[in-house]
C-alpha cells in the first residue's frame, strides 16, 4: 500500500515560461529639416565647392533683377504683422529705382539676346521662373523672411542710383540662409538613406509626413517704366499693363507668374542666365566682377 500511495503522488508544477524578449530600441526616422518635401533637388555644388543656384555667377545687371525678384517674393509670401511693411517698401523701392531697375531690366534683355539669339524669351522666362520658385521655397519662409525684412528696411533708407552697386552684396545677404538649408538637407538624406538600410526593412515605412507649403497671396501691382525708366501711365501700371512704350520691372518678360512653388522632383534643366565676361568656377575674376556664392 506504501508503494501504491507513492507512486500516486502529485508531481512538482512546471517553472514558468521565460518572458518575452524586449522589443527593440531603435530611434525615429530622420525627418527633413523645416519640414521640407521628402523629394527635394538641391543644387550641387561644383569641384571648388560652389553651390551652383540660380544665383552663381550672374552678370551685375542679372543681380538687380534677381534681388528684385527676391524682395518680390517676401513681399508677397512673408507672413505676420511684422513683416507687413514690406509690401508697402516693395512698392516704393519700384518707384525709387526705376531707373536702375529700366537699365538693368535692357541688360538683362541684352544678355539674353546675344546668348540665346531671337528666341531669348523663352529661355529667359525659365530661367526667371527658377529664381521665383528658389527664394520661394516654402521651407524656408521661417529663415529667408527675417533677412528680407533687415534687407527690405536698408533698401528704403538707399537714395536713387545706389542700387546698382548694392544689389550683388544683397542678393548674397538673401541667399545665405538657403545655402545654409541645402548643406543640412543633404545632411537629412544621409541619415535617412542610412535609417532606411538599418530599419525600413523590418519596421517598415514610419508616420505620415507633411511638407510645409505657402498659402496663395495676393499680387502686388507692377510699376510701368519707359524707355529712360521714367513711371507712365499709372492706371496702366496698376492693371498690370505696361502703357504704350513702357516695361513692367516688377516680375519677368511676358508676365511670368511672380511665385511659383519648388520642383520636388528632378525636372529637365533650364537655360542659366548669362555668366558674367570671363567668369567661371575655376575663375571667378572675369572681366566683369561676377555675383557669386561662398557656401555649400
Not at 511684422?82 to 531697375?101: K, N, S, V
Not at 538649408?181 to 542610412?194: D, P
Request: glycine share 6%.
Amino acid at each position: 500500500m506504501t508503494a501504491i500511495a507513492a507512486c500516486s503522488s502529485t508531481p512538482e508544477p512546471a517553472p514558468p515560461p521565460p518572458p518575452p524578449p524586449e522589443p527593440e530600441a531603435f530611434p525615429a526616422r530622420p525627418l527633413a529639416p523645416n519640414r521640407a518635401h521628402e523629394g527635394l533637388q538641391v543644387p550641387r555644388t561644383d569641384p571648388t565647392g560652389v553651390r551652383q543656384t540660380v544665383n552663381t555667377w550672374v552678370t551685375p545687371a542679372q543681380a538687380v533683377w534677381n534681388l528684385r525678384s527676391a524682395y518680390n517674393v517676401a513681399a508677397l509670401n512673408c507672413d505676420g504683422v511684422i513683416y507687413e511693411p514690406m509690401a508697402e517698401r516693395y512698392g516704393a523701392f519700384l518707384e525709387t529705382h526705376t531707373r536702375d531697375l529700366a537699365a538693368a531690366g535692357r541688360t538683362v534683355d541684352s544678355e539674353f539676346r546675344q546668348k540665346y539669339g531671337p528666341t531669348f524669351r523663352d529661355p529667359q522666362d525659365a530661367y526667371m521662373t527658377q529664381v521665383y520658385n528658389y527664394f520661394a521655397l516654402p521651407a524656408m519662409e521661417d529663415e529667408f523672411c527675417p533677412i528680407a525684412l533687415a534687407v527690405s528696411e536698408e533698401l528704403a533708407l538707399m537714395p536713387k542710383g545706389g542700387l546698382s552697386e548694392a544689389a550683388p552684396g544683397m542678393l548674397l545677404r538673401m541667399e545665405e540662409p538657403f545655402l545654409a538649408f541645402f548643406k543640412r538637407y543633404e545632411a537629412y538624406k544621409a541619415e535617412a538613406a542610412a535609417w532606411e538600410a538599418r530599419y525600413l526593412a523590418t519596421y517598415g515605412k514610419p508616420y505620415p509626413y507633411t511638407p510645409r507649403s505657402f498659402a496663395p497671396a495676393p499680387i502686388i501691382a507692377p510699376v510701368a517704366v519707359d524707355a529712360n525708366g521714367n513711371p507712365v501711365d499709372p492706371a496702366a501700371a496698376n492693371a498690370g499693363v505696361p502703357a504704350t512704350g513702357g516695361t513692367v520691372v516688377t516680375d519677368p518678360v511676358n508676365a511670368v507668374p511672380p511665385v511659383l512653388q519648388p520642383q520636388i522632383v528632378p525636372a529637365p534643366p533650364v537655360p542659366e542666365a548669362p555668366v558674367a565676361v570671363g567668369a567661371t568656377s575655376a575663375d571667378p575674376n572675369g572681366t566683369t566682377p561676377p555675383v557669386t556664392t561662398t557656401g555649400q
